[in-house]
């Protein structure tokens, strides 16, 4: 091998080198970068979970608040019942917006079609204001789990028996 094979051979191999490192760098960094926007996406997720878990959650205290102010209120059924569809609306639309739970969705609205059966039970208005109360509790407790991230919660004995009064009130008049 003559000097000047060996002097080209050694620039091949600093090329060669040269551009399995940048190639290796520009790999690298884009690696990197989407690693950091997947990670980017997520935390962007896991916000509008907790936000739209929060409003939900808010609205839900609102109910329990306005339902509790209720008892002694002279307040006209129209406008306790716009109250209500308000509060219940808002609070729909933000479990929409939480992203994967589908599960939570599904818990939570089988919930809130209890809250509207205080009327079609006859209640009194004191009971009613009871029974919405102790609804809206279980939707918190619920919610409240899911925003910890904790195992949702069994239905509580006191929604067990709001369903058992539900169901019963539908087999005795035969309405759905």
Do not use: C
């Not at 690696?31 to 990670?39: D, G, P, V, W, Y």
């Not at 209720?70 to 109250?83: L, M, Q, T």
């Not at 589908?102 to 009871?130: K, T, W």
């Amino acid at each position: 091998m003559t000097a000047m094979q060996a002097e080209t051979l050694a620039g091949l191999m600093g090329l060669t080198g040269a551009a399995v490192g940048a190639t290796g760098a520009l790999m690298g960094g884009w690696l990197q970068q989407r690693l950091q926007s997947k990670a980017a996406r997520e935390q962007q997720r896991e916000e509008r979970r907790y936000i739209a878990g929060q409003t939900a959650l808010d609205m839900l205290i609102r109910l329990r608040r306005t339902a509790a102010s209720r008892v002694d209120s002279p307040e006209s059924e129209d406008d306790w019942i716009d109250v209500f569809v308000e509060h219940t609306t808002a609070y729909e639309a933000a479990l929409l917006l939480i992203p994967d739970a589908d599960h939570l969705r599904e818990r939570l609205y089988a919930i809130s079609r209890a809250l509207g059966h205080y009327e079609s039970l006859g209640q009194s208005h004191q009971d009613a204001n009871l029974w919405l109360d102790s609804t809206a509790l279980e939707a918190i407790r619920v919610l409240s789990a899911f925003l910890r991230q904790e195992p949702l919660p069994n239905p509580s004995h006191v929604f067990l028996e709001q369903q058992g009064m539900i169901e019963a009130h539908y087999r005795n008049t035969g309405q759905r």
